[in-house]
């Protein structure tokens, strides 16, 4: 889950709930965005997708499944 894999490095999405905001944001499944932080105590993840940052709520972050990119 893009949740709970480390920062600072490259992801592919594999699954994605298909929810309009995050199609809207860029988050779909093949769609390859840079893990830059996880927030404590329960915050959103941050990732830049096309090099725009979006902070992405840990209730979405916890159901977006991704595999490390090459």
């Given at each position: ?23 809207a ?46």
């Amino acid at each position: 889950m893009l949740y709970d894999v480390p920062d600072n490095q490259v992801y592919r999405i594999i699954a994605a709930p298909n929810v309009a905001l995050l199609n809207a944001i860029g988050i779909f499944k093949g769609q390859e965005v840079l893990k830059k932080a996880t927030y404590k105590h329960g915050g959103p993840v941050l990732v830049e997708i096309e090099s725009r940052e979006v902070a992405i709520g840990k209730d979405f972050a916890t159901q977006i499944t991704v595999e490390k990119s090459n």
